[in-house]
């Protein structure tokens, strides 16, 4: 996607080494940094520098490159595989992006691994545009088809950021917005805050700006009265991990978008690309790994200054403790039908056996 007019990928390498936007520098200052160490690829992952489950598990990819590039041993292969995987817990891409790279490179001698890893990561990364795009597709003709029964703006929710920042192009719940933003079909977006890191704010409301789509930024508990006054047609969220019944891991938050979307009557989708099915799970709220992160995300909060300074302000009293949940879990039962690269599937285990 084009950022003032460039075009932009996430991730890309150079000669040595890997870039990236430094996502937590947006939306007041774009800028890139360069990876230069599996090390380096481990911390962008826990500080969110690159964060959403498909860039996440393509950056993990690229972390084994760096590795390999540094030293291909069986030890190096090991630890660098140990060190990404345990960057963060919920996401399922990360292990599907570090076991792909394990399983092409162990069997080949240490002299082939550094070139064989440079060049499936970088094949991990245009798969990912790939299926993204595909996405788009399916997903549009929903929102055509919303469009041509109502004849009048499709005003369509979505949570956190599961546009093109969060994959290496083109983004999951977002492709299917810009996919018919593109097509002319007239749409705007209710975009949730998503506290406490605000993606949705910084991230989601800064890239469908820069792409001229139509959006309004909402608090985290305004969707439900939206719902309730008719104006969302629809609700597209990203997510983390989906298991083999179709329960949906996806940002702190959505699990109530989906009851209210359910309350309402408000259809509520799922974009996800395949590898983010964990086949080994069936009850998500049971079994899904649910990231807890720091106090501070919650306690304290960063913007922009009169002065063009971004600081960082406290919001609770001092004393008060803080949790941070960084994810939920919404019940398949609440999902309308998960968008694939593969088409839309509803939220079960019998359709999703299809996408296996
Ligand atoms: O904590 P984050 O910002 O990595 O969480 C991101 C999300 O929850 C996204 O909705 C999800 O990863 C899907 S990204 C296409």
Not at 26 to 33: R, V
Not at 52 to 62: D, E, F, M, R
Not at 236 to 253: E, Q
Not at 325 to 334: H, S
Request: proline content about 5%.
């Amino acid at each position: 996607m084009k950022v003032n007019g460039t075009p932009f990928r996430t991730i890309w390498p150079t000669a040595d080494a890997v870039e990236i936007i430094d996502q937590t520098r947006l939306p007041h200052m774009f800028a890139t940094l360069r990876l230069n160490t599996m090390r380096d690829a481990e911390r962008a992952i826990r500080d969110m520098q690159v964060r959403g489950a498909p860039l996440i598990g393509v950056t993990a990819a690229y972390g084994v490159a760096l590795a390999m590039r540094d030293d291909a041993s069986d030890a190096a292969l090991a630890d660098a595989c140990s060190v990404l995987l345990a960057a963060r817990p919920t996401a399922v891409n990360l292990r599907w992006g570090v076991e792909k790279m394990r399983a092409l490179l162990a069997p080949l001698p240490e002299s082939e691994r550094a070139t064989a890893a440079w060049q499936e990561a970088a094949r991990i990364a245009d798969e990912d545009v790939a299926i993204n795009a595909a996405i788009g597709k399916h997903g549009s003709e929903i929102v055509r088809a919303i469009h041509q029964h109502k004849n009048a703006t499709v005003n369509i929710l979505t949570h956190c950021n599961a546009g093109w920042l969060a994959t290496v192009d083109w983004g999951t719940a977002l492709a299917p917005i810009y996919a018919a933003f593109d097509a002319g079909i007239p749409l705007h977006v209710w975009v949730d805050e998503t506290r406490p890191r605000n993606q949705g704010a910084s991230l989601t409301a800064w890239e469908l700006g820069q792409h001229g789509v139509p959006h309004t930024v909402i608090v985290d508990n305004a969707g439900g009265h939206l719902m309730q006054h008719g104006m969302v047609d629809m609700a597209i969220v990203g997510c983390d991990r989906v298991t083999a019944c179709g329960d949906v891991c996806n940002k702190i938050g959505t699990y109530l978008k989906a009851l209210a979307a359910h309350d309402n009557g408000v259809p509520f989708y799922v974009a996800l690309p395949t590898p983010t099915i964990d086949w080994t799970l069936q009850d998500g709220v049971k079994e899904i790994p649910i990231e807890e992160r720091a106090e501070e995300e919650v306690t304290h909060i960063a913007g922009l200054c009169d002065d063009g300074q971004v600081r960082t302000v406290q919001v609770t009293p001092r004393g008060s403790r803080a949790a941070n949940y960084g994810f939920d879990v919404t019940p398949a039962r609440l999902v309308t039908g998960l968008i694939t690269e593969r088409g839309v599937v509803a939220a079960d285990a019998g359709a999703m056996r299809t996408l296996k």
